[in-house]
């Protein structure tokens, strides 16, 4: 289990705000690296073992940051032993780049490199994660996670931009990792960790900032298995993104927020005028384990503008006709306790050489039924696209965009999207030992 001596130690590492990392001038102009590769650190402060960990560029939760309509030239160096790939989580590029080692591409082998070349159609802020078919879990766990910022051309004024990746980490007593079992014997509820961090640093991570200032929060749920929810204590909290893609602004219900895996916000946050004033980020588990920790200070910044939507994405539909979409009820099954058991969608593990859970023309309106039969909660991830989260009765969608909806177990949820994106896309697990194990299915767009 998380423990409270391991949430409070070491608050002196600093926060990663976000940068363009890793980028190298080459004759076409501007290109980015992520090199993978086995690194040993000390996760835990208040242990002796490394953890044998994987980085990109020897780091935990990069940033890849671009702006909006600037071409994303990254080049993939696989320095570890298993064959990689890397899927941009939410971004609505291009089929031939979403990286999906048995589907969309080839693996890169141990050794080998890729370069994903495209222009992210939209700004915002997404995960970037291994998935290869049957092989995403280890990877992932043992640290390859980071996010891609696509900034908008014109970004809300803010005293800071911060980039806070959340994890988890199954460690050992000692803070080494603990030991990974073999693909197919896996438990495919997932690998739940038993120590929480932001970008691979201790929490609570302590932020200072101008009294009366304003923050932007990209906050991005990269655990396996662990959904939380998030409270926002001593100061305003806004959302202004859902999973990278614009909402109309509201403050949290309760001042709380639903953070399954693979969910990221943008948040703006104004902070009280007084100095020395704190505020939190707290994840509720348990009795609440703070993640961030802010504090004012200095002189009072004079007043900003008053918070403002950020302007609706002029890429995605107005409306989705209900009417004329082309229905499909989605079964999800599994039993964790049965060792080597598969999770199953209408009966099926999935499979690359099977046939699409749904095969439609561009710009077909498609409503998913994801009927959950298991005891889990099923974060459910769609490749490609955006979808709207239908009301219960089918008469309206929630006032946001999603690319993970949360199933709860013995549930329905229906969600509803135009695909308009050609190409092969998967509807899958992002717990990554349930998508190693056959929880996935993928959709044709012609």
Known sequence: ??????????????????????????????????????????????????????????????VVGIKQ??????????????PLSLHFHGVRGPNASDGVGGLTQDPVAAGGNHEYRFVPPDAGTFLIR???LGGSAEPTERGLSGLLVVEERSPPQVDQDIALVVDDWRLDDDGSLAAFEKPGSAAPAGRLGSWLSINGAATPRRLEAPSG???????????????????????????????????STFEPLRASLPFAPGTR???????????????????????????????????????????????????????????????????????PKVPGAPWTINGSEGRASGPPLVKVKRGTPVVLALTNQTAYAQPMH?????????????????????????????????????????????????????????????????
């Not at 001596?5 to 102009?29: E, H, K, P, Y």
């Not at 090199?35 to 980085?55: E, I, K, N």
């Not at 309509?69 to 298993?82: F, I, W």
Request: aromatic residues 6%; glycine residues 8%.
């Open 265 to 335: 916000y943008d948040l703006l946050v104004d902070l009280v005028q007084d100095a020395g004033a704190t505020g939190a980020v707290t994840a509720l588990i348990g009795d609440g384990m703070p993640l961030v920790e802010i504090v004012t200070g200095g002189d009072r910044r004079p007043d900003l503008p008053a918070i403002a939507p950020l302007p609706a994405n002029p890429k995605l539909p107005d409306a989705i006709r209900l009417q004329s979409a082309n229905r499909k009820d989605v079964v999800i099954k599994g039993d």
């Open 69 to 82: 309509g600037e071409e994303l030239r990254l080049r993939l160096e696989n320095g570890t032993s298993l």
């Open 1 to 62: 289990m998380i423990t409270r001596r391991a949430v409070t130690a070491g608050l002196a590492t600093t926060l990663i705000a976000v940068s363009r990392q890793g980028r190298a001038q080459g004759s076409d102009g501007p290109q980015q690296v992520l090199a993978a590769r086995s690194t040993p650190m000390r996760l835990r402060p208040d242990t002796a073992a490394t953890a044998d960990l994987w980085t990109f560029n020897g780091s935990l939760s990069p």
């Open 130 to 132: 291994p998935c290869v």
């Open 213 to 247: 200032g304003r923050l932007r929060l990209r906050l991005a749920n990269a655990c396996n298995a662990r959904a939380m929810r998030l409270r926002f204590d001593g100061m305003k909290a806004y959302v202004i993104a859902v999973d990278g893609q614009p909402t």
């Open 382 to 446: 769609l490749h490609g696209h955006v979808f709207r989260l239908l009301h219960p009765l089918d008469d309206g969608w929630e006032p946001y965009w999603l690319d993970t909806a949360q199933v709860p177990e013995n549930r329905t949820v229906r969600i509803a999207f135009v695909a308009d994106n050609p190409g092969k896309w998967l509807l899958a697990s992002t717990v990554l030992e349930r998508f190693d194990a056959g929880l996935w299915a993928w959709i044709d767009v012609t």
